[in-house]
């Protein structure tokens, strides 16, 4: 983004203000307002103005252009300077994912460790400032992920899963196998304790990670839609686990 490029395509027009300005403010047409094309602009990438549109949504016409006036001055020359200083503010906020967008190095960005296309799809601005951060603001961290979790189809009605016991499991493990639990217990699936599994419906999937011995977790949908945000099983449970500690606290 060059700002230099950015301010000369800006647009201005002064108008009658309704603010301050004494007995000559609906006589002199001290309001200043700025008009910037993000649709049409040569000076941003696709990527740029795609981010821009994205987050500044609330701020920009139907036809992508962003709006933004002053009037607090009398003297319509101070109110450009204040507008123009505004509208570079409001460009940087809307621009963080492109100035602090670091990642793992699979892509994993922001503490809720979103993909890029996650990140259009589902990050919010819970604090309302214009800013998707999912890096340093916590109120934009937790409504991104609870976002996400909905879209995805995450279910408050049931778990996530079970850890199990497998020590009398001996059949051959197909990882991808999805049973009812009353077909889990009859295969000798246990529950933690050793304990026999409930009797219901509920159809689940059998995972046992590496080095768990005779552990191993029964898996549910909310499982499933874990994956989708991120493939690794030990990423799933560790949500799965904090999504147990929440509720019960």
Same mark, same amino acid.
């Given at each position: 983004?060059?700002?230099?490029?950015?301010?000369?395509?800006?647009?201005?027009?002064?108008?009658r !203000?309704?603010?301050?300005g004494?007995q000559? %403010?609906? &006589?002199?047409?001290? @309001?200043?307002e700025l008009y910037f094309? /993000? #649709?049409?602009?040569?000076?941003?990438?696709?990527?740029e103005?795609?981010?821009?549109?994205?987050?500044?949504?609330?701020r920009?016409t139907?036809?992508?252009?962003?709006?933004i006036?002053?009037?607090?001055?009398? !003297?319509?020359?101070?109110?450009?300077?204040k %507008?123009? &200083?505004r509208f570079l @503010?409001i460009?940087?906020?809307?621009? /963080? #994912?492109?100035?602090?967008m670091?990642?793992s190095?699979?892509?994993?960005?922001?503490?809720?460790?979103?993909?890029?296309?996650?990140f259009?799809?589902?990050a919010s601005d819970?604090?309302?400032?214009?800013?998707?951060?999912?890096?340093?603001?916590?109120?934009? %961290?937790?409504?991104?992920?609870a976002?996400?979790?909905?879209?995805?189809?995450?279910s408050?009605?049931?778990?996530?899963?079970?850890?199990?016991?497998i020590?009398?499991?001996k059949i051959?493990?197909k990882?991808?196998?999805?049973?009812?639990?009353?077909?889990?217990?009859?295969?000798g699936v246990?529950k933690?304790n050793?304990n026999?599994?409930p009797?219901n419906?509920?159809?689940?999937?059998l995972?046992?990670?590496d080095n768990?011995?005779?552990?191993?977790y029964?898996?549910?949908?909310?499982?499933?839609?874990?994956?989708?945000?991120?493939?690794?099983?030990y990423?799933?449970?560790?949500?799965?686990?904090l999504?147990?500690?929440?509720?019960?606290?």
């Open positions: 983004m060059n700002k230099e490029i950015i301010l000369k395509e800006l647009q201005f027009k002064a108008v !203000s309704s603010g301050a004494g000559h %403010v609906n &006589k002199v047409s001290s @309001k200043v094309n /993000i #649709s049409t602009t040569l000076s941003l990438s696709n990527q103005k795609h981010l821009l549109l994205k987050n500044l949504s609330t920009i139907n036809e992508g252009v962003l709006k006036s002053s009037s607090e001055s009398r !003297s319509q020359h101070t109110n450009k300077e %507008v123009v &200083k @503010k460009i940087d906020k809307g621009h /963080i #994912s492109l100035k602090k670091t990642g190095w699979a892509g994993a960005m922001g503490q809720c460790q979103f993909m890029p296309s996650s259009l799809n589902y819970w604090d309302k400032n214009g800013t998707k951060d999912i890096w340093n603001s916590k109120g934009d %961290v937790f409504a991104s992920t976002n996400y979790l909905k879209k995805v189809g995450w408050n009605k049931i778990t996530w899963g079970r850890k199990v016991n020590s009398n499991y051959k493990h990882k991808n196998k999805i049973l009812y639990l009353d077909d889990w217990s009859n295969l246990l933690n050793k026999k599994l009797s419906k509920l159809k689940a999937r995972i046992i990670p768990y011995g005779q552990y191993g029964l898996v549910y949908n909310n499982f499933e839609n874990l994956l989708n945000w991120n493939r690794s099983n990423f799933a449970i560790a949500v799965g686990k999504s147990d500690n929440i509720k019960e606290n």
